[in-house]
């Protein structure tokens, strides 16, 4: 069994099997055997460079600033967030941003007013970050994502590596906790997310994001009311023209 096989990442049998024996690994080497050995010049970051985006951005930065960075703008986004994109980008040096736009005909025929996330937060989700994310990532074999076990029940089995279709997803953060991801900030002096200080664990679109209670979990200001946890590229396969 190599790691070069991506084929055998199709078996979620191996890919848990790879998870047990990477568990120990230091994460920046982790990410480095991710990004240079293991599937080099097929892998993307994608980051909604939210609350604790900063430590993958930077562990990037640290391997190879040339990484793609997917980001999906929705339209909907805290001004504070793009803020904070382009100041991470630039204290980084990060040079290779590819941000995902929602189809202009698609919400135009679907989201005329901008209001569809107060009727139904599925299809918005979907127009304005499924498929564009969808879409963005078609011709890579592997994609990292900022995910952790502690962030909600729904996360708490989350394997370091899953298979998505063909493509597979990586998990590099999943055993991290809040106390971890705060001392790798301060230790490598990265700025914090302004939305951070109001309340705001857990950061997604404007719309639909609202300050954590204390004592609730980080993502749940998240669709407060709606019964809604998840925006949907993490419940679904990202394959762009299929039926997502």
């Not at 499924?130 to 089995?157: H, N």
Request: contains cysteine; aromatic residues 8%.
């Amino acid at each position: 069994m190599t790691l070069h096989d991506v084929s055998l990442f199709g078996d979620q049998i191996v890919a848990s099997r790879l998870a047990a024996k990477f568990a120990n690994v230091d994460t920046t080497q982790f990410l480095r055997l991710a990004i240079k050995d293991l599937f080099p010049g097929r892998i993307a970051l994608v980051s909604s460079f939210g609350a604790d985006s900063a430590v993958l951005l930077h562990m990037i930065s640290q391997i190879d600033k040339a990484t793609p960075v997917v980001f999906v703008d929705t339209k909907h986004l805290f001004p504070e967030t793009l803020a904070y994109r382009d100041q991470l980008v630039e204290l980084l040096g990060l040079t290779n941003i590819d941000t995902a736009y929602p189809d202009t005909d698609e919400l135009a025929a679907k989201d005329p007013e901008n209001f569809l996330w107060a009727k139904d937060t599925d299809a918005c989700c979907e127009i304005r970050k499924v498929l564009p994310l969808a879409k963005t990532l078609k011709g890579y074999e592997a994609w990292i994502t900022g995910r952790k076990r502690f962030q909600a029940d729904t996360r708490a089995q989350l394997p370091l590596f899953e298979t998505d279709g063909d493509r597979v997803k990586v998990n590099p953060l999943a055993n991290w906790n809040a106390t971890r991801l705060l001392e790798y900030l301060d230790a490598h002096h990265l700025p914090r997310h302004s939305l951070v200080a109001k309340g705001y664990p857990s950061i997604g679109c404007l719309p639909c994001t609202s300050p954590v209670r204390p004592g609730e979990d980080p993502r749940a200001g998240r669709w407060r009311g709606r019964g809604k946890t998840e925006c949907g590229i993490h419940t679904t396969t990202l394959d762009a023209g299929s039926d997502i």
